[in-house]
C-alpha cells in the first residue's frame, strides 16, 4: 500500500497541535477522534466508514503514518463518552476536561474560518463524528 495513494489524515491545523496528536497516533496513545458532522458537511465531503484507510499527515504535509478506520459514530456532543475521550490521548481524564478544550478548538478562528461562520459556537445537541482508528504502519 503506497501512502501517496490514500486519503489525507489531518489532526488540527499544521502547528503545536497537529505535532502533539500525530505524536500520540504513532505512539498508540491516540486511537479515536471527534470532528464536527457540520465541517463535512459545508465541505460537501461524505462521512468516513469502517475500514477506511488514510495516510496521517503532519505539520510539514509529510504522510507519516496509515490508520484504519474501525469504528465510526454520530452522536449528540452531550452523549460523547469517557471512554472515547480517554482514548483521544490527549490526556483529559473527563469528558468535561475532553469538551472544554475540543469547544476552545471548535470556537477558534480558524474553524469558524473553515465553516464560513465567524459566530459558530457549540452546544449540546451540536452532532460530532466519533473514529475509532487503529494504526497499519509508520512511513
Not at 56 to 71: N, Q, Y
Not at 105 to 130: I, K, N, Q
Request: proline share 4%; with cysteine; glycine share 6%.
Amino acid at each position: 500500500m503506497d501512502l501517496d495513494d490514500l486519503p489525507r489524515a489531518e489532526f488540527a491545523f499544521p502547528g503545536p497541535l497537529r505535532d502533539k496528536l500525530v505524536a500520540a497516533i504513532l505512539s498508540g496513545a491516540k486511537t479515536s477522534t471527534s470532528a464536527l458532522v457540520l465541517g463535512y458537511e459545508r465541505a460537501n465531503e461524505p462521512l468516513p466508514e469502517v475500514g477506511q484507510r488514510s495516510a496521517v499527515v503532519d505539520s510539514e504535509d509529510r504522510r507519516v503514518a496509515v490508520i484504519e478506520l474501525t469504528e465510526v459514530r454520530v452522536v449528540r456532543l452531550a452523549d460523547v463518552d469517557l471512554q472515547h475521550a480517554l482514548d483521544e490521548g490527549e490526556g483529559d481524564e473527563s469528558v468535561a476536561q475532553w469538551r472544554a478544550g475540543h469547544e476552545t478548538f471548535w470556537h477558534s478562528a480558524e474553524v469558524r474560518a473553515e465553516l464560513d461562520d465567524p459566530g459558530f459556537t457549540v452546544d449540546d445537541d451540536t452532532l460530532v463524528l466519533t473514529q475509532r482508528f487503529r494504526l497499519v504502519r509508520c512511513a
